[in-house]
């Protein structure tokens, strides 16, 4: 029954992504900004390699905008339209609605990220990249997204106005990345000590992140997602909770 | 089934709900009756584990709605206010995830998505999309959303809101029916609809149950309840009235209208379970002074009158004429 419910919200929310046009709308615009990006801003062609480095640096950049779009109705909906209260009167503890909810989208945006193997194909056949290298940059890029996702859910729980969850949630997210920036971090290097930049930095997906484009799986990244996910869910809970008491 | 126990809720400084206790069998349909405001949603909320009371005990089908919150929401099928339901969905969609959220599997679910469809009748929309329907069938899809369990107990905010007169008269006759072997609670601001299904009322106001008893009951409350009215013609309404003031069973004569050919006045008995007594009374003396009768009304009393005189602040009571 447990996990009949976690699965039940989840082929509800994602079917319900693929009755709107919005979810295919998104599916193209994101595929033409990787796409973009890789190619146009990433000088794919021009860097001579045998790598899918152009596609996975600028990831961190564009989910900053894209996994918002997708979570920030994750909650909010729910509230304004009153389903909240159908869905957590129904037989299943909040965190498998929170769980289901939040996994549904993450598979959404996996489905999105796969239909980028067209440039893998591309580079395979332009030259002899490291494919462990590449498979890593997805195992990282899905993660990321993830924990990106997981913060939108928690924001989109603070609100009823999907507007004002998608920028509460830029800004944390903006945050996350800053905090592990090089050009953020070189100025706080001025006048902290290299510890704190550590700490800092630590922080930041984008540490986590660069080790996955090396083509390096250290448990420690994997780690460190899993618990900005485990955190903003957990939180996503203690707000809905606050909600519910009153 | 329910068990309701000095349950408190409080939002910020405000009393939501203030110690409200209630029980509701099987078999029973207890109407929730009370202003805007009164705090009747807020106790639906908490029975149906939607919001935690700040204090007091909720027990469903014997299972403590804190404590074992699964099982005792697994009986209960509920409809919310405003009857939200997921817009993207089919209602044959929609009722479906309800079903399986349930745990209705297979050829029983199939089953269960039909029975609730035929009663509250979706034929028509079964696969169109709930933001393509009018607000009476959204409101009916919701409806069948909660019955699709065939739940031992059913709550219902305001289940008539904003249906035609004929679906209203539908939806009542589908509590009425159901209440024979569910405990059902609904709540409503339509007095009638009290008495069209339910067993037992409870008038909640500000946050507070200030009647708890059968539609009857409530009823003779009235002030009217009891009275008689008769229209006799060739007789003054003076003449009429002091006829009446005569009669031993009698507490207060009033004369509703006169014209030359005919009055029209009430009498009040002591209590309005002398009315038969009262009517017979009345017949007698009309046929003892042999004035010609033209019509005679009984009244059962009001329940808007009942429900006005409990609910009102003090300050608008005396402000009433």
Same mark, same amino acid.
């Given at each position: 029954?447990?996990?009949g ?5 989840v082929?509800r ?5 693929f009755?709107?046009p ?6 193209v ?8 990006f890789?190619?146009?801003?990433g ?12 596609f996975?640096?600028?990831?961190p950049?564009?989910y900053?905008?894209?996994v ?5 109705r ?7 339209l009153?389903t909240?209260?159908?869905l957590l009167?129904l037989p ?10 939040f996994l549904?989208s993450w598979?959404f945006l ?7 193997f067209?440039?893998i194909?591309t ?14 940059g997805y195992?990282?890029?899905?993660l990321l997204?993830?924990?990106y ?8 729980a ?19 990345i ?7 971090t ?9 510890q704190v ?12 992140f660069?080790?996955f484009?090396r ?10 997602f ?11 809970g ?9 | ?7 408190v809720?409080?939002f910020g400084?405000?009393?939501?709900v ?5 029980n509701?069998e ?7 009756l ?6 009747? *949603?807020?106790?639906?909320r908490? $029975?149906? /584990? #939607?919001i935690?009371?700040t +204090?007091?005990?909720?027990?469903v089908? %014997? ?10 929401k ?9 009857a939200? *339901?997921?817009?993207?969905?089919? $209602?044959h /969609? #929609?009722l479906?995830?309800? +079903? ?5 599997? %297979? ?15 979706l ?5 169109q999309?709930i ?21 031992d107990i059913l ?5 008539t809101d ?7 008269h539908?939806?009542?006759?589908l ?17 009638e609809e ?5 067993s037992?009322?409870?008038?909640i106001d ?10 009857d009951?409530?009823r003779?409350r009235?002030?009217?309840a009891?009275a008689?009215?008769?229209?006799v013609?060739?007789?003054?309404a003076?003449?009429?009235?002091e006829a ?9 004569v009033?004369?509703?209208?006169e014209?030359?050919?005919?009055a029209?006045v009430r ?9 038969p007594?009262?009517v ?5 003396l009309?046929?003892?002074?042999q004035?010609r ?9 009001h ?9 009102l602040?003090?300050?608008?009571k005396?402000?009433?004429?």
């Open positions: 029954m447990s996990r419910g976690v699965m039940t919200i082929k929310e994602l079917a319900g992504y009755v709107s919005v979810a295919y709308v998104f599916l615009i994101f595929l033409l900004l990787t796409g973009f890789t190619f146009t801003v000088n794919f062609f021009e860097r001579g390699e045998a790598s899918l480095v152009s996975f640096t600028w990831h950049w564009l900053l905008f894209l918002p779009a997708v979570g920030m994750l909650w909010s909906e729910e509230r304004r009153g909240m209260e159908l009167t299943i503890a909040t965190w498998q609605a929170i769980l289901g909810k549904a598979i996996a489905i999105a990220l796969a239909l980028t067209p440039v194909i580079v395979n056949w332009l030259g002899d990249p490291d494919n462990g290298v590449i498979a890593s195992v990282g890029s899905v997204a993830g924990s996702l997981a913060v939108s859910c928690m924001t989109s603070m609100t009823r106005n999907q507007v004002i969850s998608f920028i509460l949630s830029v800004l944390i997210l903006l945050f996350l800053l905090c592990g920036y090089n050009p953020v070189d100025l706080l290097s001025r006048w902290a000590s290299p930049v550590q700490i800092v930095a630590a922080f930041s997906v984008m540490t986590h660069e080790a484009q083509g390096i799986l250290d448990s420690r990244d994997v780690v460190f899993a618990s900005v996910i485990g955190f903003a869910l957990f939180t996503t203690v707000i809905i909770r606050g909600l519910r008491a009153g | 089934m329910i068990k309701v126990e000095n349950l809720k409080n400084p405000k009393i939501a203030n110690d409200v206790s209630f509701v099987r078999g029973e349909v207890l109407g929730f009370g202003p805007n405001g009164a705090g009747k *949603s807020t106790t639906m908490m $029975v149906t /584990g #939607f935690p009371p +204090a007091g005990r909720i027990s089908g %014997g299972y403590d709605m804190l404590a074992n919150p699964i099982p005792a697994r009986l209960i099928g509920y409809l919310p206010e405003n939200p *339901s997921y817009a993207d969905m089919t $209602v /969609g #929609f479906n995830f309800a +079903a399986e959220m349930r745990a209705i599997d %297979g050829d029983a679910r199939k089953r269960a998505v039909n029975r609730a469809v035929e009663m509250c009748m034929e028509n929309v079964l696969y999309t933001d393509t329907l009018s607000k009476g069938y959204r409101h009916r899809t919701c409806l069948a959303q909660s019955i699709i369990h065939d739940p709550v219902m905010d305001e289940p904003g249906l035609d007169p004929n679906q209203k539908e939806v009542r006759n509590i009425k029916r159901m209440g024979a072997n569910k405990a059902i609670i609904f709540s409503t601001h339509i007095l009290v008495d069209a299904a339910c037992r009322v409870i008038i500000r946050g507070k149950i200030v009647a708890n008893g059968t539609p009951e409530l003779r009235s002030h009217r009891g008689v009215a008769v229209v013609s060739g007789v003054s003076a003449q009429l009235s009446l003031a005569a009669i031993d069973l009698v507490a207060k009033e004369t509703l209208s014209t030359p050919a005919q029209i009498a009040h008995p002591q209590t309005p379970e002398q009315k007594a009262l017979r009374a009345v017949l007698d009309i046929a003892q002074q004035w009768i033209e019509d005679l009304r009984t009244e059962e009393g329940f808007d009158e009942v429900f006005r005189s409990i609910t602040p003090d300050t608008m005396e402000a009433r004429p």
